[in-house]
């Protein structure tokens, strides 16, 4: 079989154009094509008269030795890759201690699922609760202003990835294909196929919902346990005779104790307390950049027609959406971060007396606002110079501030851009409704930002409006603020996987510093899931 990619057609060609443009493609009769397999279908929206659909392909052919030979030298002719999964471990020896999964995220989620399906019968720990009871206690926080600061946004089954845009594709190197195997466990746990397709597949926070009840029974159904709960407050580190430090036992909330000498740590990226207790116990952490700014809201229809012209509204083409960024003059990066395409902002904090915003869509993307991260990179060196937490330190100062601003009540502060530009508070909002819940308080989002993010977002709207026609529209919101862009600390590890100095504790994901969506952290959770399997099997 060979893999025939950057097939392009017109967005309105016939069901039945793709065979005959693979024999032209690769100078083929009709009847030397035995049948194909679509691998992937993107757009090219370069040219919005001409809007391009682009495909890639697994082409069976009659004699396929003969087309690679007339190809040779072309990347986008070779044979198809084996993108099939294979656990890198056989029989788990006997007596093995059982790993132990800290957060049930997607780096948890797939760390478990693994090690269930190698025979390793994980435990799988987390703070918060089952999903659905989850998602009541966050809508306590959107429909009434109640925080329930162990049960949220952050904190719960299917981790934050579950109340987002759901998106699954990601810029990691993925020479093993293990984003294949993610998606493949997605699809068997209830999403929709497409995914496996798409260029840019999501699938939204209410099909997220149930698939990670039906993987969770599936590593259940394997010998996994999970403990929901279940708060990590202490790790028993024990110093042998040869200075090495190893991994004993965690201690819990509850005063309980688990003994384990293999524990991943996919806790997420707002675990600020976690973090805190790692590095009191001397479990070597760094800081690490992230960024900070609000979420900017424009309709939807405005982003479809700057990206698809006459086009937009064509279901194939779905719902818009962008990627920009601009380098300032004070020497900062302004970009957008997490673009949820009709879609809503929401209350993301896991803290009193905060306000921190994300975004969120369901699958069908409908709704009447894009919203987007609009945020300002920062790092360590320059801006919150010290220890390895000196960072969370930042974003708890301007969360507080956007509390205080926003009323002391969780609404979040809001701005129109016509106002944020001509530096004066916003006593009201115009024709675009927030979506924001529980609600917002307009005011001057100057007052909730470094004075440098304030003037790189400033030199930034203009240029950005210039791309995207509307984007610096007078009315359009903000809301603040948006400084969960990713964990502040990375725990390094050793190319093992696990932590530079604490032998048995393995790092991973997003808070850990090594992932960033949903599909970066499932695979990065595969990878520390085969590293701690390697370890147990041989110890054994």
């Known amino acids: 079989m060979l893999r025939l990619s950057n097939l392009t057609l017109p967005l309105d060609h016939e069901a039945g154009a793709l065979a005959p443009a693979i024999c032209t493609r690769l100078a083929i009769a009709a ?9 992937r279908r993107g757009n090219d929206a370069r040219k919005k008269s001409a809007i391009l659909l682009v495909y890639t392909v697994d082409v069976t052919l009659r004699d396929e030795a003969s087309v690679l030979a007339r190809f040779a030298g072309d990347t986008n002719v070779r044979p198809t890759p084996d993108t099939v999964y294979r656990h890198v471990v056989g029989e788990v020896p006997a007596g093995t201690k059982r790993p132990v999964v800290i957060g049930a995220g997607p780096c948890g989620l797939f760390a478990g699922l693994i090690l269930a399906q190698m025979g390793f019968r994980p435990i799988i720990l987390d703070r918060g609760k089952v999903v659905r009871e ?6 306590g926080l959107w429909r009434r202003g109640v925080l329930d600061p162990e049960s949220n946004v952050q904190f719960g089954e299917g981790g934050a990835g579950t109340f987002s845009d759901g998106k699954l594709y990601s810029r990691i190197k993925d020479p093993r294909h293990l984003n294949r195997k993610v998606l493949i466990e997605f699809v068997k746990a209830g999403a929709p196929e497409d995914i496996l397709t798409e260029a840019h597949p999501h699938i939204g926070t209410f099909r997220l919902v149930t698939m990670v009840e039906s993987m969770r029974a599936s590593i259940e159904a394997l010998g996994g346990e999970y ?8 790790i028993d580190v024990e110093t042998d005779g040869s200075g090495q430090r190893r991994v004993r036992g965690l201690h819990t909330h509850d005063g309980g104790y688990i003994e384990a000498d293999r524990v991943v740590m996919a806790v997420g990226h ?15 952490a760094e800081p690490k950049p992230f960024s900070i700014g609000v979420r900017i809201e424009h309709p939807q229809s405005w982003i479809d027609r700057a990206r698809f012209g006459a086009n937009a509204g064509n279901p194939i083409l779905g719902a818009a959406e962008y990627h920009i960024s601009h380098h300032c003059s004070n020497g900062r990066t302004v970009y957008s971060f997490c673009m949820c395409p009709g879609g809503t902002v929401v209350a ?27 945020v300002v990179a920062i790092d360590p060196a320059r801006d919150y110079p010290g220890d390895a937490l000196a960072g969370i330190a930042l974003q708890r100062h301007w969360e507080k ?48 930002l470094p004075d440098y993010a304030v003037e790189a977002m400033r030199e930034a709207l203009p240029v950005f409006g210039r791309q995207i026609a509307g984007y610096d529209h007078p009315d359009v919101v903000m809301t603040g ?38 599909l970066s952290a499932a695979v990065d959770g595969i990878k520390v899931a085969e590293a701690v399997a390697t370890s147990l099997c041989a110890a054994g």
């Open 134 to 139: 989850r998602t009541k206690d966050t809508w």
């Open 31 to 39: 009847d030397d094509l035995i049948g194909f397999d679509i691998v």
């Open 348 to 374: 993301a904090t896991s803290e009193e007396g905060q306000v921190a915003t994300n975004g969120m869509s369901q699958y069908s993307r409908n709704e009447r606002n894009a919203n987007s991260g609009f």
């Open 227 to 234: 403990r929901f709960g279940t708060r990590v407050d202490g």
């Open 270 to 284: 707002s675990a600020r307390d976690t973090f805190a207790m790692l590095h009191q116990a001397g479990v070597f």
């Open 401 to 448: 501030r956007a509390f205080v601003a926003g009323g002391s009540d969780y609404r979040a502060p809001a701005q129109r851009v016509g106002d944020f530009l001509a530096k004066r508070a916003s006593s009201d909002l115009g024709s675009i409704v927030p979506s924001y819940r529980p609600g917002v308080r307009p005011t001057d989002l100057a007052d909730c």
């Open 481 to 518: 603020v948006e400084t969960r862009t990713s964990s502040p600390v990375r725990f390094t590890r050793g190319p093992d996987f696990q932590s530079l100095n604490t032998i048995g504790l393995y790092p991973a994901g997003e808070g850990a510093g090594y992932a960033g969506g949903i």
